[in-house]
Nanobody, 118 residues
Framework: QGQLVESGGDLVQPGGSLRLLCEAS????????MSWYRQAPGTEREFVAG????????KYADSVKGRFTVSRDNAKHTTSLQMNALSPADTAVYFC???????????WGRGTQVIVSS
């Protein structure tokens, strides 16, 4: 079973930026689509951004379009989420997910906390 480890979460002021990193190991990274989700206290986990295994297709939640950018580096087995113009509504634990739909495989990292507050 593969492993995903997120990092980069922090306390940041409104309007600030953060870059989250998800490091993958134990599986063939280039076969898997990668996604970012987030979960705020008392809410369900929600999709933020996703990128296909080759990087050819990227999707964003409407709430982050124009502010967040997802990318991946298949050589380094990493995926990143650049977050700009952060607001308190972006406060959440951010999770990385790997998925291989043809085989019905998916797994998650443990998350990294992002707090946007003045």
């Amino acid at each position: 079973q593969g492993q995903l480890v997120e990092s980069g979460g922090d306390l940041v002021q409104p309007g600030g930026s953060l870059r989250l990193l998800c490091e993958a190991s134990g599986f063939t990274f280039s076969y898997y689509g990668m996604s970012w989700y987030r979960q705020a206290p008392g809410t369900e986990r929600e999709f933020v951004a996703g990128i296909t295994n080759t990087g050819s297709l990227i999707k964003y939640a409407d709430s982050v379009k124009g502010r967040f950018t997802v990318s991946r580096d298949n050589a380094k087995h990493t995926t990143s989420l650049q977050m700009n113009a952060l607001s308190p509504a972006d406060t959440a634990v951010y999770f990385c997910k790997a998925s291989e739909p043809k085989r019905g495989i998916e797994f998650w990292g443990r998350g990294t906390q992002v707090i946007v507050s003045s």
